[in-house]
């Protein structure tokens, strides 16, 4: 209720999948994807690295917030 989208974990998750996917995310996003789109590229990697843990990251939003419409980074043109 108090933020408008966060991404977050379903249960305990290793520190070494926790890292990849926060790195992948974060490069995503900095290269000018949307919210949705790095988190979706972040899961996939995990996934394709063979990470256990690749299907703990969740995304949540406010059904007003449409997360592939949220920027966060905007790249130099």
Same mark, same amino acid.
């Given at each position: 209720?108090a933020?408008?989208l @966060?991404i977050?974990?379903?249960?305990? /998750?290793?520190? @070494?999948? @926790? ?9 995503? =996003? ?14 996939v990697?995990?996934e ?9 990251? /969740?995304?949540?939003?406010? !059904?007003a917030?449409? !997360?592939?419409?949220?920027?966060l =980074? /905007?790249? !130099?043109?």
């Amino acid at each position: 209720d108090a933020v408008p989208l @966060a991404i977050g974990m379903s249960d305990n /998750i290793g520190d @070494a999948d @926790a890292m990849a996917f926060a790195a992948r995310f974060y490069a995503t =996003v900095a290269d000018g994807q949307s919210v949705e789109g790095a988190y979706k590229v972040a899961k996939v990697a995990m996934e394709l690295s063979g990470l256990r843990d690749a299907d703990l990251p /969740i995304l949540v939003n406010d !059904p007003a917030v449409k !997360p592939a419409e949220v920027m966060l =980074v /905007i790249p !130099p043109q």
